[in-house]
């Protein structure tokens, strides 16, 4: 496997469109409009959100969300970091780069003052139950939304 340099930093005001594109192949069941509703939420709240981006050759290949939240579901604490989502192209997948992204984002919200980071994933969503698992998240309990 060819090993790949990328560097992960904070999403850069320059690079919202490629942020943008990264969200639409994530979430492509959401419209643009509330693609940018969020984004720009995000933004406003610098202090409980992040944003993350892998860059390699000089392009954004991937990028990660994590959030301060006040209550998780099975977590013990009232102050837990968050990843809201991450997605790394598929061309760049198995180099470590979500694992860099995720670590990335943990750092974070220890230094936020969170005991405790959690995630989840849809039901039959095996690849991002996989990765979660991989990097050393477990499975807590599942849910089912209905209408």
Not at 3 to 20: H, M, P, Q, S, Y
Not at 55 to 66: C, D, M, P, S, T
Not at 78 to 101: A, F, M, S, T
Not at 121 to 132: D, F, K
Request: net charge negative; with cysteine.
């Amino acid at each position: 496997m060819t090993e790949i340099t990328f560097k992960i930093r904070n999403v850069r005001e320059n690079e919202i469109g490629d942020w943008f594109r990264l969200r639409q192949l994530l979430w492509d069941g959401s419209s643009e409009d509330e693609h940018r509703a969020e984004m720009m939420d995000i933004y406003e709240h610098t202090d409980t959100q992040l944003v993350l981006v892998a860059v390699a050759n000089n392009r954004l290949i991937g990028f990660l969300e994590a959030s301060i939240r006040p209550f998780v579901e099975d977590c013990h604490s009232d102050h837990v970091g968050y990843l809201e989502g991450w997605y790394v192209e598929p061309e760049y997948r198995q180099h470590g780069i979500g694992r860099e992204l995720v670590r990335e984002a943990e750092s974070w919200a220890r230094q936020r003052g969170a005991t405790e980071m959690a995630s989840d994933a849809e039901i039959g969503n095996e690849m991002s139950l996989q990765a979660h698992t991989k990097l050393g998240y477990e499975e807590t309990s599942r849910l089912v939304h209905l209408r």
